[in-house]
């Protein structure tokens, strides 16, 4: 049986490594070593390729791709026909497939150096990995060439370093550039992403061609794998014929400088050995040593240059020229190549969702455009809003629009004629257009940077667009928080009409208000309102007490003598609730400024004021705070006051006080029209019209006789007259009748409330 039929032969890919290593664990006695791990996958390594340069499957391709299967097989790694990888699975399975090429490359470096450790012989090892970096363009300054030169050779015979370097750019401009442009066309055609087929090792670090060394340093300290950075052969060519050149000197601490003889041969340099100095006594070190000794190694750096970045190119150059220990920036590569990891993967995750969106994009184009009927180009431009040609687009001023602004800016012209009119428009020049659009601009700027104008209409729309906001936070907070809250929001001045708004964040904070505070959710907004509107904090203020209120019935009593307070300043004939004062708009502003200006308010008294007070009131002096003195009742206007009334009430109240209710309910019946009468009317009545008015209030009926020319008021006067009269002519009789029963009772109150509703309609009917 041949090895290749064998169970245990597996391909030397990612896979078959895997599927050796669950077959032949690491032996105990080489686990305890140290990295263990790395020595037995190099040994399965080279066990599972063995006798592959004599396989005859170099011709092998995939038809697919043309590729090696092989090949295929690696850069799929962890892939899946059936079912799509995560971003951070392809991240994973790009780091095992990197980490299976430097095993193997570091395997070869190290076979190259013990064939020349066993034989004396030298090797010189090319390699370039085929793919490129994503988005590169294919010339030789863009490819690394990975070469293997035996460090020995290096130092004894400085002069190979042109060789070294002519080979591998060579190497670079005529062999690994045909061979990347061969691989990239069939990475395009076998649809493979450009981000899985990339170099294992990163990009050496660019210099300026003049700076270029011939020899690199290697990767890492004491290695024998150099990465050198490709270069066109011209300028390859004109650092050859610089009077110094630079290059890496294995065990060296000052490198290599050599001066160009005049004796030159084709294609390069006359280098002798004459010309080199060397110090093998310190550590490797890249430097560039004059033929001349010098006192002290110095760099000098001129002051036109730009000044050092940390991490770049130049300042690692300027370290090894020193001699410094690079430490701290090693540990700061680990770290960054840490951070360009997590960055690449973040980058992945944003191109996926990005490419998700513009799926999504394209899939509702087709879908409009078929039923719309309509190109699906007209609808993809549509979705491109943020893009930047169509923010230009609907940002361009034009010249016809700047043309027509200023044109019409004049006066009020009629923007129809100034459409048709274009001779003018068209014999501007192209200059004075441009002045225009730049005019045009300004004004349009002036105009974004004005302030925005708050109207009663915006202000009612930012309450309301603001107090959805607030439901949707209170909404959020219940659905994570598991809170419950209860929202209400009213205006706080007059001047823009809002509706009061509350909201509730379930069923049980509503039922709440019904059950424990007893009010309607309607009241409870409304209520809450007038108490911000009036605004009655002067009390509190000056008392401390913030269930201070002012009772317009029993001030003496529930204000003065409980505060040990009273009000000056009242500017009102009438000491009332500002809601029943008389006499329009013009008196209610008047008190409104008084309030606000202040020359209205409260003031503290003493105990002893407060007797005094009660002395005067019950020698039968009125102190409310009325306007002092009283306003002359020929000024008063007749719907503000009745004199005539007030006094009959006075009397009638003396004579009979249990009719005193009956009394004030017939006052709040009369009919609007009198109550509402201007003073140009009320100049014009006469003393039966007076009578008729008090006798009205005080429940006498005086029977009017009907004069020619009367007015409209007066008709109605009538009317309500003869049907009040009826009415309690009606009352009395059913008042004598004897509530035998309790039947009895029932009927006559029923027919009481039957008759004060006919009077109700009676009287919405007069007004």
């Not at 095993?103 to 470096?109: P, Q, S, T």
């Not at 190119?313 to 770290?335: C, M, Q, W």
């Not at 609730?577 to 006499?583: A, E, M, V, Y």
């Not at 609007?672 to 003393?687: E, F, K, Y």
Request: proline share 6%.
């Amino acid at each position: 049986m041949d090895w290749q039929s064998n169970p245990i032969s597996h391909s030397p890919t990612v896979n078959g490594l895997q599927e050796a290593l669950a077959l032949f664990p690491c032996p105990e006695n080489i686990a305890n070593t140290a990295e263990s791990s790395k020595h037995w996958k190099s040994a399965l390594i080279s066990l599972l390729a063995h006798k592959f340069h004599t396989d005859g499957n170099h011709f092998q391709l995939d038809a697919r791709v043309g590729f090696h299967p092989l090949t295929v097989d690696h850069y799929h790694t962890g892939s899946s026909k059936f079912e799509k990888s995560s971003q951070s699975t392809k991240y994973q399975n790009w780091q095992a497939h990197t980490e299976h090429i430097k095993m193997i490359l570091h395997n070869v470096l190290d076979l190259c150096m013990l064939l020349d450790m066993l034989t004396g012989g030298s090797t010189v090892f090319l390699h370039h990995p085929g793919a490129v970096a994503p988005k590169s363009t294919i010339i030789p300054q863009m490819l690394n060439t990975h070469v293997y030169a035996n460090p020995k050779i290096l130092a004894e015979h400085p002069e190979l370093h042109v060789v070294i370097a002519q080979i591998s750019q060579l190497f670079t401009a005529h062999y690994a550039i045909p061979l990347a442009q061969s691989f990239a066309a069939h990475c395009y055609c076998a649809r493979w992403s450009s981000s899985s087929a990339q170099d294992a090792y990163p990009q050496a670090n660019r210099m300026d061609d003049s700076k270029l060394l011939l020899v690199p340093p290697p990767i890492t300290p004491g290695s024998l794998h150099f990465v050198i950075p490709g270069c066109p052969m011209d300028t390859l060519h004109q650092l050859l014929s610089c009077p110094q050149l630079l290059s890496y000197l294995p065990k060296s601490d000052t490198g290599c400088m050599h001066s160009n003889t005049e004796n030159t041969r084709k294609g390069g340099s006359s280098i002798k050995a004459a010309d080199y100095a060397f110090n093998y006594d310190a550590e490797p070190s890249l430097a560039a040593v004059p033929s001349t000794p010098v006192a002290e190694r110095t760099v000098k750096i001129p002051a036109t240059e730009p000044p050092l970045v940390s991490f770049s190119a130049e300042t690692e150059n300027v370290l090894e020229v020193l001699g410094y220990p690079d430490t701290f920036h090693r540990i700061s590569k680990e770290l960054q190549q840490q951070l360009a990891e997590c960055r690449h993967a973040k980058q992945l995750d944003e191109d996926q969702e990005i490419q998700a969106v513009l799926n999504y994009l394209e899939m509702k184009a087709t879908e409009l455009a078929l039923k719309f009927k309509q190109p699906r180009h007209h609808y993809l431009e549509c979705f491109s809003l943020g893009s930047a040609p169509h923010h230009h687009k609907r940002n361009k001023t034009s010249a016809w629009h700047a043309f027509l602004h200023f044109k019409g800016d004049n006066g009020q012209s009629n923007i129809v004629d100034l459409v048709k009119d274009k001779a003018e428009y068209h014999s501007l020049k192209k200059a004075e257009k441009e002045t225009l659009i730049k005019e045009f601009d300004q004004v349009k700027a002036s105009t974004s940077q004005r302030p925005p104008t708050i109207t009663a209409r915006s202000r009612a729309a930012e309450c309301a667009c603001s107090f959805q906001f607030v439901k949707e936070e209170l909404d959020a907070l219940k659905q994570c928080m598991g809170v419950e809250a209860i929202v209400l929001m009213v205006r706080r001045v007059s001047d823009f009409a809002m509706a009061p708004k509350a909201v509730f964040s379930s069923a049980a904070a509503e039922q709440f208000v019904h059950l424990y505070l007893r009010k309607d959710i309607a009241q409870l907004a409304t209520e809450f309102e007038s108490t911000i509107l009036a605004n009655g904090v002067i009390l509190s203020e000056l008392t401390g007490d913030a269930k201070a209120s002012v009772k317009f019935m029993h001030y003496e009593v529930c204000v003065v003598q409980c505060y040990l307070v009273k009000l000056v300043g009242w500017n009102h004939p009438q000491w009332l609730n500002p809601s029943d004062l008389k006499g329009g708009l013009n008196a209610l502003k008047k008190v409104v400024e008084a309030l606000s200006k202040g020359t209205c308010h409260f003031v503290k008294i003493t105990q002893d004021e407060v007797k005094e007070r009660q002395c005067r009131i019950a020698a039968g002096e009125k102190l409310t705070p009325e306007l002092e003195p009283p306003v002359p009742l020929n000024d008063i206007p007749l719907n503000d006051i009745l004199p005539s009334a007030a006094s009959s009430q006075a009397t009638q109240a003396d004579h009979d006080p249990f009719d005193n209710t009956s009394s004030t309910e017939v006052y709040d019946l009369i009919d609007p029209v009198l109550r509402t009468s201007d003073n140009s009317v009320a100049s014009q009545t006469t003393a039966e019209d007076n009578v008729l008015m008090a006798t009205t209030n005080t429940c006498k009926w005086v029977q009017v006789q009907p004069l020619e020319g009367q007015s409209g008021w007066e008709k109605h006067a009538r009317k309500l007259t003869e049907r009040a009269q009826a009415f309690w002519d009606d009352s009395g009789k059913d008042n004598q009748i004897a509530p035998t029963a309790a039947s009895g009772r029932r009927k006559n109150q029923s027919i009481s409330k039957q008759k004060s509703s006919q009077l109700v309609l009676s009287d919405l009917e007069n007004a």
